[in-house]
């Protein structure tokens, strides 16, 4: 029966604590902590594969000052082989001191060819060819983990084929994937990553595998891969971008295998002080290889001991225990007392890891989960807290009669307590250059490379003719931004000599900060926050724009503090925004007047963005030539205003404003009157459009004559722009950032335009993260 448990004991002392002192010159080490989630054995049928991920405390979904941990499951039937059911789901959310009964999920319930529908099941298009009516698909080897870019929980597994309740043997095969809704306990309908259309990716799956997950999205995803009738597999790393919903291929790294039995497969991806770590099945021996940049993979070594002597895993899996300090392997292996286990896959061993010889150090290995008759070898690795890692496994209930010696199908979870926190992303972010996380995002997913929708190129001039050449796009430049600057309505004269008045200065942390007021419209005057690092510049520079100046230096919504954060890493910056406007809800500027707007509020806020430039230009501490402009949503239209109509920012990065025209989305509301369709009072009423509600002013034109704002992108060439997507500014935008793509590609740039993507329109820590190293690699 399934019941809700609490921790309890294993018969054979499985609930006592052991300390463990590795050998190390750091004396990092740990606890080992252990209890049980499920027991129980039918005889028929067992749990296999419990493998768990982790929601962090405190965000969406877990409110909860501890870590929501979800682990899946799913019955194994003993008369066969690999015959697999749906998966099932337990969830702890008090560090395993109890667990909820184990529920099935729905999503993963087999699917069935049909005998007359065309509708095929999920993943049959990989090779349909291969199937015929009454085969049956499923997902196994699933392994959730926390996609922190995202904030979603991302489990990745394989695609299985029955017929006849039996495992094809040539079938199709793809990467698996589903993402977990924490607020309704759901995970959504699995799909299947699409890999291109080879013959060698008819059968590919990245099941058990460990992956890792890149600042802004991108995700190392570990598989291996073979024609469905050949007998040999390859392993190697692919990097997909996930945007919240769909798992997105890029591009593949270089095939690993050795011409042994099966190859290589099951591989399994760590990153650990720079480097990534691959470790990967044979039927003979466990192999492991290493990349500087996690696709490029060297040759592959079969696993040792520091003595040279044979580690002796061989045809199952490992898996990596990685803290910032120190790298360690999990693993069974032969020669432990433990012949009557089959295959030797169990107990499960934990050792430390020599990452610059390759292997294991011997006097380490300590037992984390001690045997009884059942294999162990299918387990997984989850990082719960910087303090707790755990493995989560099952015991494998075949061949029949293992349960003579003690096991009892129980899915056990073993903590490592560590002796000190886990610094992963730190030590990460220390050994990565800021270009190694940006320049992937100058990449769209194969799905959207050179799909440029039906928006009108920037190339082509307002006679038909197009720029192939740079002197021909200067040309065209002039006559986009010409018909845009005729279009949205002319500006005042810059205020190339301000006068900048301080208000108010107090030290903060490593910067003075000032209250400031200076001109940036002929009539107004504005109130903002000027922030200057201590030491000697001239420093790098960014203007901060938002509704109110107060966010961007950390006094308002998190993740939107933008100026503070710039400030401690070297930048002066500006921050201003609309408060008198936000707080009359008119949101914007108006010139000469509210109710006789001559230029649109929109070109208008950039016209008060590119005057704060001149007020860092004139500063001493600031270079004149290393300033840009960042904002989010309202700020980010602002922002990307600004920036493409006003040559001298050098880089900008606009987070989720709506970078296109699209009415189906109320937030990328460019027609309202403080945007491009200013009209005279009274305003339309708010929101989106309607035959009842229309838009005025300037917006149905630019509409109706076919213009887009990817036109204004292009101006930015070549200076570069990050777009920090979210919700508003979904991956499908890449239609319209290739062309700006097409633009610098004349110009002789490829790393110029860049998006990242997220789920949600907040920022967060990660799409963050990817702002700063984008104005660190362009202005430092």
Known sequence: MLTRLAQSSLSIALSSLLLITLASANDLSFTIERSTAQRGFDGQTCWVHARAGAIPAGVKGNDSDQPLVVMTTQKLLLTGSDVFYRLHQTTSNDLAATWTDLAPIDAFARERVGEESDTLPTGASIAPQLLQPGDETTVCDFQPQWHAASQRLLGIGQSVWYRNNRVMHVRPRGIAYAVYNPSAKQWSKWKTVDLPREPRFQDAGSGSVQRVDLPGGDVLVPFYFKEPSTKQYSAAVCRCRFDGQTLHFIEVGNALTVPIKRGLYEPSLTRFAGRFYLTLRNDDRGYVSVSDDGLNFGPPRAWTFDDGSDLGNYNTQQHWVTHSDGLFLVYTR???????????????????????????????????????????????????????????????????????????????????????????????????????????????????????????????????????????????????????????????????????????????????????????????????????????????????????????????????????????????????????????????????????????????????????????????????????????????????????????????????????????????????????????????????????????????????????????????????????????????????????????????????????????????????????????????
């Not at 903590?415 to 769209?444: A, C, G, I, M």
């Not at 997220?758 to 430092?780: C, E, G, V």
Request: charged share 25%; glycine share 6%; aromatic share 10%.
């Open 334 to 780: 032969r020669g432990a007392d433990n012949d009557h286990v089959f295959r030797h896959r169990a107990p499960l061993f934990i050792a430390r890891v020599d990452p610059e010889t390759l292997r294991i150090v011997r006097d380490s290995e300590q037992v984390l989960v001690p045997e009884r008759g059942a294999r162990l070898g299918n387990f997984g690795v989850v990082e719960v807290s910087p303090d707790e890692t755990w493995v989560t496994v099952t015991e494998w209930m075949q061949p029949l009669g293992v349960e003579k010696h003690g096991s009892d199908n129980s899915i056990f979870i073993a903590k490592l307590n560590w002796n000190r926190p886990n610094r992963r992303e730190v030590v990460s972010s220390e050994h990565r250059r800021p270009s190694d996380q940006l320049l992937p995002y100058t990449d769209p997913p194969k799905a959207y490379q050179d799909d440029f929708g039906d928006l009108r190129s920037p190339l082509t001039f307002a006679d038909g003719s197009k720029a192939q050449t740079a002197e021909d796009w200067q040309r065209r430049r002039a006559e986009i931004l010409s018909s845009w600057q005729d279009l949205l309505g002319k500006w005042p004269p810059l205020i190339t000599e301000p006068e900048l008045e301080i208000l108010d200065s107090r030290p903060r942390e490593t910067f003075t900060q000032h209250q400031v007021r200076f001109q940036w419209t002929p009539n107004e005057k504005t109130t903002g926050y000027l922030l200057v690092p201590d030491g000697k510049g001239p420093f790098p520079a960014a203007v901060t724009v938002y509704y109110e100046p107060e966010t961007a230096i950390g006094e308002g919504n998190p993740y939107r503090d933008f100026a503070l954060q710039l400030a401690r890493r070297g930048f002066v910056t500006l921050s201003i925004g609309t408060s008198d406007a936000t707080a009359a809800n008119t949101y914007s500027l108006y010139h000469p007047s509210i109710d006789d707007a001559e230029v649109q509020p929109l070109s208008m806020l950039g016209y008060a963005a590119a005057n704060a430039w001149h007020v860092l230009a004139d500063r001493p501490e600031v270079d004149s030539k290393r300033i840009g402009i960042v904002g989010h949503s309202f700020g980010g239209k602002w922002a990307m205003f600004a920036s493409c109509l006003f040559d001298k920012f050098a880089c900008a990065a606009w987070s989720d404003p709506g970078i296109i025209f699209d009415e189906s989305r109320p937030s990328v509301n460019y027609w309202e009157p403080w945007y491009l369709g200013y009209h005279p009072k009274p305003w339309r009423k708010r929101g989106i459009l309607s035959d009842d509600n229309p838009a005025r002013g300037l917006y149905p034109r630019l509409v109706a004559e076919g213009h887009d704002l990817h036109e204004l992108h292009a101006l930015m060439a070549p200076r570069p722009f990050l777009v920090s997507g979210g919700s508003e500014d979904p991956i499908s935008r890449w239609r319209a950032l290739n062309h700006s793509v097409a633009v610098n590609r004349i110009l002789g740039h490829s790393d110029r335009v860049m998006m990242t993507n997220r789920p949600d329109h907040s920022p967060n820590t990660d799409s963050n993260q990817m702002i700063y190293a984008f104005f660190d690699h362009w202005l430092k």
